[in-house]
């Protein structure tokens, strides 16, 4: 069993990720597809983190070791995009750069699944962010996905939390990377402690590209902190942002507007305020 207890670090230690980025302005690599470029990039920006939105083969091993960070999206792969993707992994391991692979669309495909193995094996990775049928995927069980999103079956609910702990804490100890998976309920593990995150809201799984924007935003802030602190404050930010931005009930478009706002705006107590984490200790025993 898995003993719940107060947080190993306080808020004000996941606050000084933020700040770190806000006076460092590190340079994060992002190799994402066509529908999110420019929603991460302004994500980045809104942290006062420099995008480069580089993925032309020759150049991007160079761009990678330059950077601060690096972030891997599998969302709409070509062969062009997967090998800028590996060079820059190469890269990233090479010098000793921080990586996030965001295993968009594994569970639904075999050729993503297949790289992002390829990938976990070879670049290893510092986090490795997806849904609940992409983890599962990865984890080599069974995953009812439907597209790039989480099938019913698969879903985080409360009477299955322990079981998906389970699962995503051995998927930590045999890739060595920090597992965030995203939902209704965020979970995030370094195999041995987990934090369970309860902040987020409907509107946005109205947007796409929101998850992307995850993605990068980890990659911004583990550029400033230890991979497990980074990835929950990542998750703790945005979720945090919509919840703001879904204030007064707007519609999609204005509810983006806002959110989007936010990710600038968004003040250190407004965080501190609204930050639901609940840390779990202790690895649960696998049969």
Known sequence: MINRTKPTFETSELLQIRHRVQQQKPLIHCITHPIVIKDCANALLSIAARPIMAEYPPEVAQITSLAQALSINLGNINAVRMQAMMLSGKSALENNIPCVLDAVGVACSEPRLAFAHDFI??????????????LKALSG??????????????RIREETLEEHIAALQQLSIVTGAVIACTGAIDIVTNGTTVAI????CESMSLLTGTGCMLGALTAGFISAGEPFAAAIFAI???????????EGRPGPSSFFLRFMDLLYLVTDQQLENAINIIIQKGRTQHA
């Open 141 to 154: 069980l069974e995953s009812h996905a439907k597209g790039v999103d989480a099938g019913e079956q698969d």
């Open 236 to 246: 703790s930010y945005l979720n945090i942002c919509g919840e703001l931005a879904q």
């Open 121 to 134: 094996r070879e670049c290893r990775p510092c986090v490795i962010k997806g849904n609940s049928s992409e």
């Open 197 to 200: 995150l309860k902040n987020g």
